[in-house]
């Protein structure tokens, strides 16, 4: 899988919420995502993960 990652802010009066995707750019589909209050590397880092950890989960190979 080849992808790209990007955040986002989301202005949620009275906080600000982030949004973490991952997006795989031969189906455009979001194969991961997660959201949060600060906008950290860490936040793209955990959408990544949660995408791998679903992929393995379903057990589909991650190497290739």
């Known amino acids: 899988m080849e992808g790209v990652a990007r955040a986002v802010r989301a202005p949620l009066h009275p ?3 982030y ?3 991952v997006i795989d750019i031969a189906s455009r589909r979001v194969v991961g995502w997660v959201t949060a209050e600060h906008l ?3 936040l793209v ?3 990544l ?3 791998l ?5 379903a057990g589909v190979a991650t190497t290739g």
Not at 53 to 57: A, F, G, H, K, R
Request: net charge negative; proline share 0%.
């Open 15 to 17: 906080l600000v919420l």
């Open 45 to 47: 880092a955990d959408a």
């Open 19 to 21: 949004l973490a995707t």
């Open 49 to 51: 993960n949660e995408h």
């Open 40 to 42: 950290r590397t860490d």
């Open 53 to 57: 950890l679903s992929v393995q989960e």
